[in-house]
């Protein structure tokens, strides 16, 4: 089951006893600055959590499923995700 951003604005503000609409600011500001900082090339490091960053992805040849025909598959960034050490103990 997937946690939603909602249900995550409701943990926090009842951890924290800040409203929701509060939390629910942060937390945009947050993964906008994060998005923000990706797009330019950087890498986000989240101490004991992980490191964000984008890669390029080489082209290639596909094929399209329905006809088998090679299709070439231009080159693309893709955000890769590496967990902290502290996460990786704490999800085993």
């Known amino acids: ?3 939603t951003k909602k249900e995550l604005v409701l943990i926090v503000a009842k951890e924290t006893g800040l409203t929701q609409v509060q939390v629910k600011r942060v937390i945009q500001r947050m993964l906008h600055h994060v998005v923000e900082q990706l797009k330019e090339g950087n890498t986000i ?3 004991n959590f992980g490191v964000f960053k984008v890669r390029r ?3 290639r040849r596909g ?3 329905k006809t088998g025909q090679e299709v070439p598959v231009p080159e693309k960034r893709v955000v ?7 996460m990786r103990k704490d999800i085993q």
């Open 80 to 86: 890769v995700f590496k967990p902290g050490l502290v």
């Open 1 to 3: 089951m997937a946690m």
């Open 63 to 65: 094929r399209n499923p």
């Open 57 to 59: 992805r080489a082209p």
């Open 45 to 47: 490091e989240l101490r």
